[in-house]
Nanobody, 115 residues
């Protein structure tokens, strides 16, 4: 019902920036919230940032002040602007869309922060 495609990951030096995109298709009007999660090897998946259909946002404490989540309704896309990146931000970033009691996931995009 909902398909998500992430893009924008890559290799960046500490202190650098990346912008991730999550393009949605399908039953867009059914989505109540979109979140960016990340998972590093040996670690649990964690919610990084989320935005609701009502435009409310929230962030993990570890990224507050550095990351910004936003959406472009005309493009059916949610963005995650990541600034002042740290090595600890290295992970696969996955987009999630919440639809009532269901969740839909993208394929993930790798972000590597290294010198």
């Amino acid at each position: 019902q909902v398909q998500l495609v992430e893009s924008g990951g890559g290799l960046v030096q500490p202190g650098g920036s990346l912008r991730l995109s999550c393009a949605a298709s399908g039953s867009i009007s059914s989505i109540s919230a979109v979140g960016w999660y990340r998972q590093a090897p040996g670690k649990q998946r964690e919610l990084v940032a989320a935005i609701t259909s009502g435009v409310s946002t929230n962030y993990a404490d570890s990224v507050k002040g550095r990351f910004t989540i936003s959406r472009d309704n005309a493009k059916n896309t949610v963005y995650l602007q990541m600034n002042s990146l740290k090595a600890e931000d290295t992970a696969v970033y996955i987009c999630n869309a919440r639809v009532f009691l269901r969740n839909f996931w993208g394929q993930g995009t790798q972000v590597t922060v290294s010198s």
